[in-house]
């Protein structure tokens, strides 16, 4: 079993960027976390692993009618899948699955960005993630 946390309350000090002094940083999760379940039997070993981003800031209270209509990204929750196989002392093959539900992370809204201008999209997620993808891979050591 492995597993990470990582913290952040990463603010601009007062008199950066003028309005924003006290404010967290946008496009920074204040949450991230990590965790990871592995199994080993002879030859073959698996993983299971989850990774999660939460409470992304995505507008600065300063930031004015120029930031996006929400002051938060949506959460982040992916699922990875793999296996190995030791062929031999040397060699091995691996299969994995990365974003196993293949979880769709792009949900565009519309924004007005200052009233004047027209509409744009804007996405509610912070990252445009790839869908499900696969990989093999075989490695020798010499």
């Known amino acids: 079993l492995n597993s990470s946390y990582t913290f952040m ?48 800031i995505a507008k600065a209270k300063g930031g004015g009618n120029g930031s996006l209509p929400w002051q938060k990204y949506k959460p982040f929750y992916i699922v990875d899948l793999g296996i190995n196989y030791k062929i031999n002392k040397q060699s091995s093959l691996s299969f994995a699955v990365q974003n196993l539900f293949d979880k769709n992370f792009f949900d565009p809204q519309v924004t007005k960005w200052d009233g004047a201008n027209p509409a744009g999209y804007a996405n509610r997620y912070q990252d445009y993630t790839e869908g499900r993808s696969f990989w093999l891979s075989y490695k020798y050591d010499f």
């Open 9 to 56: 309350d990463n603010r601009y000090k007062d008199g950066q960027k003028n309005w924003f002094g006290g404010d967290r940083i946008e496009n920074l999760p204040r949450h991230m976390a990590m965790l990871k379940l592995n199994y080993e039997r002879g030859k073959f070993s698996s993983y299971i692993k989850t990774r999660a981003r939460l409470d992304t």
